[in-house]
């Protein structure tokens, strides 16, 4: 149970385009989602906590207006990056807090993104 | 939320049982220990937590000292596919801050 389903699990962009990425809690309702930017050989790092119904909190230094969150129903949250550029290129992994695991966190499979 | 301090690699033989050990000499006493691991170029999974009592599951098992300034994460009977990095975390409010982990590595 508990699992989080997050799409597309690899995508190619051109510099200037923008691309969303979705997760989907597909068996608990998920109202606070997670999203985490992961460069080669680095750990995961926060960028912003997405609120159903409310708007998205950002972490220092990320750019609201680059990466639009979306988290229009309790299973469905949407990550834009808007206008990407070749240094956006990351592994970007989406996570929901689970009720049962004592709150613990469960995990997409991560959305390999490179813009070329 | 805690800050935690795990080696940055270690080795273990295939079969045999894994420790990762954690130091969390700053846990306040509503803090929880997770443990976390990420096998290359996949999101985290969740493998276990702890108040305070020793935990066991069907992944591992979890010893917390009395003094809960750290722990070890037991991987009784490691196999190939448990080679991943293994992130120990305080996790007290909401945000879920991850480290470096350390990077485990089971050889045949």
Known sequence: GAVVSQHPSRVIC???????????SLDFQATTMFWYRQFPKQSLMLMATS???????????????????NHA?????????????????????CSARV???????????????TVV | DAKTTQPPSMDCAEGRAANLPCNHSTISGNEYVYWYRQIHSQGPQYIIHGLKNNETNEMASLIITEDRKSSTLILPHATLRDTAVYYCIVQGAQ????????RLTINP
């Open chain 1, 51 to 69: 609120n159903e119904g409310s708007k998205a909190t950002y972490e220092q230094g990320v750019e609201k207006d680059k990466f639009l969150i």
């Open chain 1, 14 to 24: 051109k510099s200037g385009t923008s691309v969303k990425i979705e997760c989907r």
């Open chain 2, 95 to 102: 945000k879920l801050v991850f480290g470096q982990g350390t």
């Open chain 1, 99 to 113: 009720r049962e695991w004592g709150y613990g966190y469960t995990f997409g499979s991560g959305t390999r993104l």
């Open chain 1, 73 to 93: 129903s309790l299973t469905l949250s949407t990550l834009t990056v808007t206008s990407a550029h070749p240094e956006d290129s990351s592994f970007y992994i």
